[in-house]
């Protein structure tokens, strides 16, 4: 069964970086099948896409955190990892690593979801 | 932006069924899929593909699609269907996603 979890720092100084790491267990984050996946929560609120990667390492990021963002993926260790730069109190959240099935199917559609899912970690920035 | 339209909450008595709707303008062009968050915990899918069902979830679950309008249907809601529910799509073919804003489901 696949696992995903979560790790890094709790609590990031404001115009520091946030940085976390998911580990996969259980499958091989090298599988062609699979992009992998960050999206947050704000406390309270709902959830953001944050960006995905390939395992070679071809990332996807969302328009509004695209200048701020870089994702990196680590075969050999099967793990991947979330930079988010300059952090302010907004980026203050419940940050979850997922498996990105996205898949083209000729003649039915494009497949794009998130399964599973790992518990998440929650980040605050504060001084 | 793309966006995904959903009402922020729901209420239902146990037994009857709910419905929680999803708007946006690619849904025609891209599937839908819904997940369930309970407090304190991480989402669960519990459709995908606009109406199936991944092994696990509850027949009582079900999912349609009608032009720009998808809904997650709960029959014979229970207690611990109480949660927040959202959908997810995409604005393009990448493998890129857009939330809705989630919806309150509350059992009554």
């Known amino acids: 069964q696949l696992q995903l979890q979560e790790s890094g720092p709790g609590l990031v100084k404001p115009s520091e970086t946030l940085s976390l790491t998911c580990t996969v267990s259980?499958?091989?984050?090298?599988?062609?099948?699979?992009?992998w996946g960050w999206i947050r929560q704000p406390p309270g609120k709902g959830l953001e896409w944050i960006g995905s990667?390939?395992?070679?390492?071809?990332?996807y990021y969302n328009p509004s955190l695209k200048s701020r963002v870089t994702i990196s993926v680590d075969t050999s260790k099967n793990q991947f990892s979330l930079r988010l730069s300059s952090v302010t109190a907004a980026d203050t959240a419940v940050y979850y690593c997922a498996r990105h099935i996205h898949r083209a199917v000729a003649g039915t559609g494009i497949y794009n979801w998130f399964d599973p899912w790992g518990q998440g970690t929650l980040v605050t920035v504060s001084s | 932006s793309y966006e995904l339209t959903q009402p922020p909450s729901v209420s239902v008595s146990p037994g009857q069924t709910a419905r929680i709707t999803c708007s946006g303008d690619a849904l025609p062009k891209q599937f839908a899929y819904w997940y369930q968050q309970k407090p304190g915990q991480a989402p669960v899918l519990v459709i995908y593909?606009?109406?199936e069902r991944p092994s696990g979830i509850p027949e009582r679950f079900s999912g349609s699609s009608s032009g720009t309008t998808v809904t997650l249907t709960i029959s014979g809601v229970q207690a611990e269907d109480e949660a927040d529910y959202y959908c997810q799509s995409a604005d393009s073919s990448g493998p890129r996603g857009v939330f809705g804003g989630g919806t309150k489901l509350t059992v009554l």
């Open positions: 593909k606009d109406t």
């Open positions: 259980g499958g091989s984050i090298s599988s062609s099948s699979y992009y």
């Open positions: 990667i390939y395992y070679s390492g071809s990332t």
